[in-house]
């Protein structure tokens, strides 16, 4: 074969060569086109892939006990306000209730006070003495209400100069029962009763008077009144008086007459017991 066969043989190679290049770059963006998903291939692999997911469990929260709790600060809140304001309102409440409690107390007591009986005694001493003296003793009810059963003991005691009276009620004293002592505003005589020298309604002897009249003795008179009000609360009076019966040069004694002042009282309650 020529050199000229030869040539045209190689450019007959080369231009297949070229042909077959063009034609490999014609078909590659179809091949691409062809190899691409198509939107619906795309879908039914969407829903493929969604159905072979598992699925999620979704974890649902318990719903709050109470709706209308807010998750702000106590003092920002109206229920916070009203409980602080319920737990300060507590201790007023309660003092409020005690100090009402002490005045209603106080306003009773007060009104029994003024409304209750309050005796007195008053004394008629003999102006003379002789050998049958009698001491009239008056229990006066000085208040606004009835005395009720009221107890009167009374000694008539003839005392040394140099002591003082007994204060004992020794047996045979003078006890007196007034079941009711109404209320007066003047010295009455509706309560009023004698009392003879102790022990018993007795008489006084020579040396008894003789004393009397030279001042080596003097006359005592002292007791207590036990007695309750309207209100059925008990009180009590004490009592004492005294008298020096010396004439003449003796009529100066001393005596020691200072505790029987000091005896008179009045309370509450029992008696005292001496």
């Known amino acids: 074969m020529d050199k000229a066969t030869r040539a045209l043989a190689q450019r007959v190679a080369d231009l297949e060569k070229t042909v077959h290049r063009l034609t490999q770059l014609i078909n590659a963006p179809r ?3 062809e190899a691409g998903v198509s939107p619906q291939d795309a879908s039914n692999k969407e829903r493929n892939s969604t159905e072979r997911k598992p699925k999620s469990s979704s974890q649902v929260q318990p719903s709050p006990s109470n709706t209308n709790q807010t998750k702000n600060p106590w003092y920002k809140t109206t229920e916070g306000w009203k409980t602080c304001a319920e737990l300060v309102a ?3 409440a309660i003092g409020y209730a005690i100090v009402t409690y002490y005045q209603w107390q106080d306003l009773r007591r007060n009104f029994e006070t003024d409304a209750r009986a309050w005796v007195k005694v008053q004394y008629g001493l003999p102006a003379v003495m002789s050998e049958t003296p009698m001491v009239i003793v008056n229990v006066i009810n000085f208040g606004k209400s009835p ?3 009221s107890i009167v003991d009374t000694v008539f005691e003839i005392v ?3 002591n003082p009276p007994s204060f004992k ?3 045979g004293h003078d006890v007196t029962v007034l079941n009711l002592i109404f209320p007066t505003t003047n010295n009455a005589k509706n309560s009023e009763f004698p009392v003879a020298p102790t022990p018993g309604n007795r008489h006084l002897t020579s040396t008894e008077l003789q004393n009397l009249i030279s001042g080596q003795s003097y006359v005592a008179v002292f007791g207590q009144v036990a007695y309750r009000d309207q ?3 008990q009180h009590w009076t004490r009592f004492c008086t005294w008298q020096s019966y010396a004439i003449g040069p003796n009529a100066n004694q001393v005596f020691n007459a200072s505790p029987c002042v000091h005896y008179n009282a009045l309370g ?3 008696p005292p017991k001496e």
Request: proline share 5%.
């Open 90 to 92: 507590i201790p007023f």
């Open 31 to 33: 091949e691409q086109d």
């Open 169 to 171: 009620f020794v047996a």
């Open 147 to 149: 005395a009720l059963e």
């Open 160 to 162: 040394e100069s140099k």
């Open 231 to 233: 209100f059925r609360k």
């Open 268 to 270: 509450d309650g029992n």
